[in-house]
Nanobody, 130 residues
């Protein structure tokens, strides 16, 4: 049982930066993979970025990014604060969307599968003006 709350969205000009935060509460003893998905106006929800919980002797990737955000977005996590972040740089108008934080029990499966994520935040609006 996990509750997720996103924050940090807002209005920014093209080329600007924002940092989204996602605070998790509830079942804090479990290890979770954390994903970021976004939904633009009139479009389907799409994968943006994700970070995997890092366990001992883990041979799987720690993060994954969609091609559309690769090199511009960085997902990170602060386990002590039970919070994950999405640093978004060089923002473009096409990044405009509602961004959702999500969580799943840590898994070896690919990080970009939305059906694997059991918990979702309410979303935070990001608007990039041209």
């Amino acid at each position: 049982q996990v509750q997720l709350v996103e924050s940090g969205g807002g209005l920014v000009q093209t080329g600007g930066s924002l940092r989204l935060s996602c605070a998790a509460s509830g079942r804090t003893f479990s290890a979770y993979d954390m994903g970021w998905f976004r939904q633009a106006p009139g479009k389907e929800r799409e994968f943006a970025a994700a970070s995997r919980w890092t366990g001992a002797f883990n041979f799987y990737e720690d993060s994954l990014y969609a091609d559309s955000v690769k090199g511009r977005f960085t997902a990170s996590r602060d386990n002590a604060k039970n919070t994950v972040y999405l640093q978004m740089n060089s923002l473009k108008p096409e990044d405009t969307a509602v961004y959702f934080c999500s969580a799943r029990p840590s898994s070896k499966r690919s990080l970009d599968r939305p059906d694997d994520y059991d918990y979702w935040g309410q979303g935070t609006q990001v608007t990039v003006s041209s």
